[in-house]
């Protein structure tokens, strides 16, 4: 798996080399009005796709607590149940450890076969 990792991250960046080399030329971004930035297009593109890497790990990081927040009272009332069950084998047992004594103790009777001819 380390090797396939390894293959993907060197191609991209292999990539991103050759995408950099080849758009060099330089483009005007107009962020607010006033506000003028001159870059070479490469550079432009590379700093909205991590822009928006970083807006997809902020999404997927919320998404996932709010998912863990929705499962937490469900686990806990698991675990409430969990615990009453458990109390209430421990209780049938001694339940039936008491049953069995009060049992008498049957002792093995010696019985005659007889053979019909």
């Not at 991103?16 to 607010?32: D, K, P």
């Not at 698991?78 to 103790?105: G, H, M, N």
């Given at each position: 798996?380390?090797?396939i990792n390894f293959v ?55 998404t996932g607590l709010t998912?863990r927040l929705a499962v ?46």
């Open positions: 798996m380390r090797q993907v991250i060197f191609v991209i960046c292999l990539a991103l080399v050759l995408f950099g080399i080849e758009n060099t030329a330089s483009s005007t971004i107009h962020v607010v009005p006033g506000v003028e930035l001159s870059a070479p297009l490469s550079v432009e593109l590379l700093i909205a796709a991590g822009i928006g890497a970083v807006l997809a790990w902020i999404f997927s990081v919320w998912a937490q009272p469900q686990v806990s009332q698991r675990d409430v149940r969990i615990q009453e069950l458990e109390q209430d084998v421990e209780r049938y047992k001694v339940e039936l450890e008491e049953q069995q004594r009060l049992l008498p103790a049957s002792k093995p009777q010696d019985v005659e076969v007889t053979e019909v001819v």
